[in-house]
């Protein structure tokens, strides 16, 4: 799909870990915007690449869970795939939500 974009906030040097992120209800569409100094910084502190899917909000959560998780399955596949080594598919991963979107990672 030619609208799916995933937000990817990287080190400067060979990521430590990988991050999945999810917004809350409203600022979950604008992760890159609402959410860019707290990712920074936990990208800095960390060492990690963070990777955020924006997502319009919805009263189906199951199906935001499904479109989410998609959306950041695919992201790091291709992370893996198109990238020199940094993403190895044994680097650690870990999700991070706010809010809503803590709960779309649960039952994703």
Do not use: M, W
Request: aromatic share 10%; charged share 15%; with cysteine.
């Amino acid at each position: 799909n030619n609208n799916e974009f995933v937000y990817l906030l990287e080190p400067s040097t060979t990521p430590s870990s990988l991050i999945l992120f999810t917004g809350g209800a409203v600022l979950g569409q604008f992760p890159h915007i609402a959410y860019s100094e707290f990712l920074k910084q936990i990208s800095i502190r960390l060492n990690a690449s963070i990777i955020a899917a924006p997502y319009q909000v919805g009263l189906d959560h199951f199906a935001l869970a499904k479109q989410t998780g998609e959306l950041l399955r695919k992201a790091v596949i291709q992370c893996e795939d198109q990238t020199g080594g940094e993403y190895r598919s044994d680097l650690p991963k870990f999700f991070l939500g706010h809010s809503l979107g803590c709960k779309l990672q649960t039952i994703s």
